[in-house]
């Protein structure tokens, strides 16, 4: 373990770099740093225009891992692999980055951009409990495994279309856009005569400075503002003012009456990026049960491998033992050698079972393993024996709560409602916008400016001028009203026949109706899923019960046979033949009451209950920092 403590210490090291708003300086010991939910928020207004980095993914496995290590032997109960798939697991990693990814999406509509949508699928990238061909032979193997998760909030799975989700009118940016701009020029225009400027050849020197203003509201509102200035300078002695200086101030307002206008089209943006951060939340809630559920099942089949690994060594010594028992009788040519050979036999035989036994636990090691780790880096980790320290032998099989209830209950916590209900109200509020888009475009304008003029006069002109001579005499005659420019006015747009607004309008309708319908059938294999959980519990009940009676009968068999041949009743063969009956039966027993397990966490998700019966907090699975249990 010193390698794994060495790159878990270099790791910190590195971590410590990093700014401190991402990570925090780590001991080998020390929890894991959490992954930032939010994005950071800075009161320096240059830090607007720069880049927000996060930091690389910390991929050292946490300590919990070493302080379950006992004499070379990671000791791993149910609850030790819980935690250390909430800390380490690479599912739970990768959909973790989930909620700030749709974090940011709020950020991007507050603006009024479009969302662009966070995956809200379930991870199961991590191979384990019989699914992509591992270990699917093994005994009480069952759910776990890969599968690939729905993409996009609110996506089209299922057969649900979302072509019209955010459908609407266009929605204007909410953040002010403030420009400016500076120019001069300097132009020369030859002429054909001087009759016109005075001169053979015209000079100008413009110089302008501008700036403007817009920003867009909820309300359907825009207002805009523009000061610009002109400096123009000739060389001909017939301008009246040399240089003219001019100025200009603009302020409009526009608002749109009809299609556009209110909150429920421009905030829809916004609305819907809420609702699929809300998704997102229960897509990582329904992601942690999935990948808890995974664990749970591989737990049970590591120990299901384990204990029967344990059964095929007792069934293995007791042939050795009988071998060599007969040898020696054989020596003592007490029983013909045919007997020997029959042990010899056996002895094979159970040598074959145990190698099939051990390398079925060890691959079931490495899986857990996997699964409960960043990285198998470590060569000492990789190769280091699993022993579970929750033994098969205690599960019961007592049941409680009557059918009804548990409907009632899968109804109120099953993720996958509440996921569907939020979509349906991203769905109304799509259809919302695209029945105000089928409005004609109505808007209403209005703008108010001023314009002054100044400069020097030009002696050459031989006219007196009544202007002000410099540019502060400019501004002032722009805002003083001697020269307002204002209008008011409303522009109508009517699309005529309206087909693709009268399309998308329809389409979301369809859709909505589409979602409702699903809605119920979602319900519908809710209740037929924990009705098939339940039937499913019963029958591995059933065969718990009877692979028990066959083992009791099978070692009351075996104690009665080897009764016998010590009283010289009976023979090595029957004998050999009640135990490897026993040995069939334990094993029975095993993968009997490992499908008893495995259906009561069927139920569990069925239901909804999972992380409550594991006593899961999400807060710890979001941070990825899980506490020390009492």
């Known amino acids: 373990m010193r390698n794994s403590l060495l790159q878990f210490a270099t790791s910190a090291a590195l971590l410590a770099t990093l700014p401190a708003w991402s990570q925090t300086v780590q001991s080998p010991q020390a929890p894991t740093p959490a992954l930032r939910l939010d994005i950071p928020h800075s009161h320096n207004p240059i830090d607007t225009y720069r880049a927000t980095l996060v930091p690389q993914p910390n991929l050292a496995n946490t300590g919990k891992i070493d302080s379950l290590v006992r004499n070379g032997v990671l000791e791993l109960s149910l609850n030790d692999a819980i935690a250390l798939a909430l800390e380490n697991n690479l599912d739970l990693a990768i959909a973790r980055y989930n909620i700030p990814i749709a974090e940011a999406d709020i950020l991007r509509t507050r603006a009024g951009a479009s969302f662009r949508g966070v995956n809200t699928g379930v991870v199961q990238n991590t191979p384990g409990g019989g699914v992509g061909g591992f270990g699917s032979g093994a005994s009480g193997a069952g759910a776990g495994g890969t599968s690939s998760g729905a993409g996009g909030a609110g996506s089209g799975a299922s057969g649900l279309v979302q072509s019209t989700l955010g459908a609407g009118t266009v929605v204007q940016s909410y953040d002010p856009i403030l420009k400016g701009t500076f120019d001069n020029e300097h132009y020369t225009q030859p002429l054909s005569n001087i009759s016109i400027y005075g001169v053979q050849t015209l000079q100008q020197n413009t110089t302008d400075g501008d700036i403007s203003f817009s ?26 003012l040399n240089p003219t200086l001019s100025t200009y101030y603009h302020v409009a307002l526009q608002q749109q009456l009809l299609a556009g206008f209110g909150f429920g089209p421009n905030l829809r943006y916004l609305r819907i990026a809420k609702n699929n951060q809300k998704i997102s939340d229960q897509a990582f809630r329904l992601q942690v049960s999935t990948t808890i559920t995974q664990i749970e099942n591989m737990y049970w089949d590591l120990v299901a491998a384990y204990e029967d690994e344990g059964v095929k060594s007792r069934a293995l010594d007791f042939a050795n033992q009988t071998l060599d028992s007969g040898r020696k009788q054989l020596a003592l040519q007490a029983i013909p050698a045919m007997d020997v050979m029959k042990d010899e036999a056996e002895v094979a035989n159970r040598e074959q079972d145990l190698t099939i036994a051990k390398t079925a636990l060890q691959f079931q090691e490495l899986l857990i393993k996997n699964a409960l780790t960043k990285n198998l880096d470590d060569p000492i980790l990789e190769a280091m024996p699993v022993r579970p320290t929750d033994s098969i032998a205690s599960v019961g099989t007592q049941t409680t709560s009557s059918t009804e209830d548990r409907i009632a209950e899968a109804l109120q916590n099953r993720i996958e409602l509440s996921e569907s209900d939020i979509d349906l109200e991203n769905r109304r509020i799509s259809r919302s916008a695209a029945r105000n888009a089928l409005l004609p475009t109505v808007a209403l304008t209005a703008y108010y400016g001023g314009t002054g003029l100044a400069g020097p006069p030009n002696p050459s002109a031989g006219v007196p001028s009544t202007s002000p001579p410099d540019w502060h005499g400019a501004v002032s005659n722009a805002f003083n009203n001697t020269a307002p420019d204002y209008y008011v006015g409303v522009s109508v747009n009517v699309p005529i026949r309206n087909r693709v607004a009268k399309s998308d309008q329809y389409r979301a309708e369809l859709e909505t109706r589409q979602a409702e319908l699903r809605m119920q059938q979602l319900k519908k294999q809710i209740r037929i899923e924990v009705r098939n959980a339940e039937y499913a519990l019963e029958q591995s009940k059933a065969r718990v019960e009877s692979a028990r009676k066959a083992r009791d009968l099978a070692q009351k068999t075996f104690d009665i046979t080897a ?51 594991n006593h899961i907090s999400i807060e710890s699975a979001r941070t990825g920092i899980v506490p020390d249990r009492e």
Do not use: C, H, W
Request: glycine share 6%.
């Open 215 to 240: 920003q867009s509201f909820p309300t359907g509102t825009t207002i805009s503002a523009e000061f610009d200035n002109n400096r123009g300078a000739t060389n001909s002695p017939r301008s009246y």
């Open 563 to 613: 009764k016998e041949q010590e009283l010289g009743a009976g023979s090595n063969y029957q004998t050999l033949t009640a135990r490897r009956d026993l040995s069939a039966a334990e094993s029975a027993l095993v993968a009997a009451m490992t499908a008893f397990q495995k259906a009561k966490i069927e139920l569990d998700r069925s239901v909804g209950t999972t992380l409550d019966a």
